[in-house]
């Protein structure tokens, strides 16, 4: 299971400015954090995301959709392997969720799509035109949930989500950053 931790919260839906994704593991309890690089720990918003068909992405070259294409059903390393150059302007998902990179190899940058059209780069938030791989959002399992604590090592204030949360302080979280994060499921 994958989930989408958003940055910031507008008041009626979410803000697209800055996200990661958090994945349960085989086992039945995962610990996982953010890298050291990350210093925005202020999140208000998180919700689960689900795959409910085959997944299907379309890079574009040029912006608007135009240019040369790569279409692509499941994870992809390297777009160069399939002959495409690194550069994406424009990204049409057909279905499923995604994270994309900037690098080969799942590395660098991450974007998390989801059904909709990105005439340009701009559009999922990146700062330039750079695309080297891309998998899906899997889904595995129905029992999943997740625990954000304010304070380092899983301690303080808690709140536990096994569903969307829009704005984390109508759920009581009174808290305005998150420290730490436990993410279970059964996948």
């Known amino acids: 299971m994958h989930w989408k931790i958003i940055a910031q919260c507008g008041t009626n839906k979410f803000s697209q400015a800055k996200a990661n994704v958090l994945q349960t593991s085989s086992h039945s ?20 995301l689900l795959l409910l068909s085959l997944p299907q992405i379309v890079f574009y070259e040029g912006r608007c959709f135009s240019g040369r294409k790569l279409e692509v059903y499941g994870d992809c390393d390297n777009f160069l392997d399939r002959g495409f150059m ?38 999922w938030n990146s700062h330039n035109d750079h695309m080297g791989s891309c998998r899906t959002v899997r889904m595995h399992g129905e029992h999943y949930r997740i625990q954000l604590f304010d304070s380092c090592n899983y301690m303080g204030q808690c709140i536990e989500l096994c569903d969307d949360c829009p704005f984390l302080q109508s759920f009581g979280y009174g808290r305005t950053c998150v420290n730490s994060i436990r993410v279970y499921g059964d996948g």
Do not use: M
């Open 29 to 48: 309890q995962q610990i996982l954090l953010f890298p050291k690089s990350h210093t925005n720990s202020h999140y208000g918003a998180c919700s689960p």
């Open 86 to 123: 690194n550069r994406v302007n424009s990204i049409r998902v057909e279905s499923g969720a995604w994270i994309c990179y900037n690098h080969p190899d799942f590395k660098g940058q991450q974007y998390i799509l989801e059904r909709g059209e990105y005439p340009e780069f701009q559009c």
